[in-house]
């Protein structure tokens, strides 16, 4: 059987016994790793500067520097560094003292090469992982991504330039992609990037406003213009003035509201519900719709005419699933925005957490990856996300659907209950995109969920 070869891993040996010294180092080598060796702590320390190791394996009964003074000065160096103890005198307190000054690992002569070859293989998928965080840390800081949104492989790059492009016209642009692919966050982005960055950025989605309070949110209404209009209020044109006003799920606007919005966008004039005069307004207006917008158009859900009018640029937002190569980065991202929030010391993914992150099928995209995040680093007691910090769903096959298997035995009515309760955990509460992957209409899911007793 071929010698595994460890690339780049360097071992530091110290034991004031040659022969072991020798026994050791050719071994190590023989297995691929690259080796240096010192008679004693002093010494080591001097070889740990130059020859900078992964992992050092000390003696601990050895002449001017003991192995344990030697672990807590390379660990005082480089705390993360493991460091396997070494003894022929072992005893359970020398034990429990080496693992409390920070040992990696304790074993006792004569050495065990089966358990010692096990120890650092462990040691060095560690010290891979740590190398690896690292990567993915300095990455972040030279700015891996664009503006807020994080990800270089070739589907986000493509957007990038599209926003660059769009950002310095007031052109119209509708912003499509499933739900939780960041489509607040495209818009946003396109608003600090214009020359109307300093005036309001207004987002309202048109799928959680009931239909009949519609045209009062966008429009506006003066007091007394309907029961309960208490006082006027300023609708989201006007309240985006000189700004960039951002049209959530627009294929879900009502479509006899579709025409009048058609006007305000050919006219840049607005009129309150119950008033009398128009009165101008300056607004970029963004569309976004996780339906597909020709799609839509054909459907009869998105007027023609005001298609054309929102689209002269599209901007299609890639699924999680198409950009797997970013998954490691944004775990990354999220590790280090929940620990300040949560004020936690993780690291990062362990090897076969990212593993499992990146086979599974994300149906929530990027904001489920963010959710998934932030409980992983809330449960983690250590450095690492281990496998155990995931929901339990995706650690079964790769990319099936959870939750949405209704359990057997109850009523078709149960069961459609848990289905679209379901779907909406996994799409955030979306009710538009939920309504869209179940076939149903926003209405008719807001009508089941007023049935559940549900807000």
């Known amino acids: 059987m071929g010698t595994k070869k460890h690339p780049g891993t360097r071992i530091l040996v110290v034991d004031d016994e040659p022969a072991m010294r020798e026994v050791l180092e050719l071994r190590l080598a023989g297995w691929g790793f690259e080796v240096r060796t010192a008679p004693d702590g002093a010494q080591a320390k001097e070889a740990a500067e130059s020859f900078q190791p992964d992992i050092v394996i000390s003696d601990v009964v050895m002449p001017r520097m003991t192995g344990m003074e030697l672990l807590e000065s390379l660990r005082a160096g480089d705390p993360d560094r493991p460091v396997i103890l070494v003894t022929a005198q072992a005893t359970v307190d020398l034990a429990v003292e080496a693992m409390k000054r ?47 949104f994080v990800g270089g492989g070739r589907a986000m790059r493509e957007v990038y330039a599209l926003i660059e492009t769009v950002a310095s016209s007031d052109a119209g642009v509708i912003i499509s992609g499933e739900s939780g692919t960041g489509k607040e966050l495209a818009a946003r982005t396109i608003h600090r990037l214009s020359k109307r960055a300093e005036g309001p950025f207004v987002a309202v989605n048109s799928s959680a406003i009931p239909e009949n309070l519609m045209e009062s949110e966008m429009f506006g209404h003066e007091r007394g213009a309907f029961t309960g209009a208490a006082s006027m209020h300023a609708g989201c044109f006007e309240r985006a003035h000189r700004g960039t006003l951002l049209l959530d799920e627009i294929a879900e606007m009502p479509l006899a509201l579709q025409p009048k919005l058609l006007r305000v966008l050919e006219d840049q004039k607005v009129r309150r519900v119950g008033g009398g005069a128009e009165f101008s307004v300056d607004v970029r207006v963004l569309a976004a719709t996780n339906r597909e917008p020709r799609e839509a158009v054909a459907g009869g859900k998105l007027r023609e005419d005001l298609f054309y009018r929102l689209n002269v640029f599209t901007i299609t937002l890639p699924p999680l699933r198409e950009r797997r190569e ?130």
């Open 102 to 148: 920070g040992a990696r690992d304790f074993i006792t002569k004569p050495i065990d090469y089966p358990k010692l070859r096990a120890i650092l293989a462990r040691a060095e998928e560690e010290v891979a992982e740590r190398r690896e965080s690292r990567r993915l840390e300095a990455e972040l800081e030279r700015g891996a991504g664009f503006g807020d």
């Open 326 to 455: 970013d998954i490691a980065l944004l775990a990354q991202a999220f590790i280090t925005r929940f620990n300040r929030k949560h004020n936690a010391r993780v690291e990062a993914c362990k090897g076969e957490t990212l593993e499992l992150l990146r086979a599974y099928a994300w149906p929530g995209n990027v904001r489920e990856l963010k959710n998934t995040m932030e409980r992983a680093v809330i449960l983690a007691r250590g450095p690492w996300i281990e496998p155990s910090h995931l929901p339990p769903y995706l650690l079964g096959p790769a990319g099936r659907t959870p939750g949405l298997a209704p359990a057997p035995g109850i009523t078709a009515a149960e069961a459609e209950k848990e289905l679209i309760l379901g779907t909406l955990r996994l799409t955030g509460n979306n009710k538009a995109e939920a309504a869209r992957r179940l076939g149903l209409d926003v209405k008719t899911i807001r009508n089941k969920l007023k049935a559940y007793g549900i807000k």
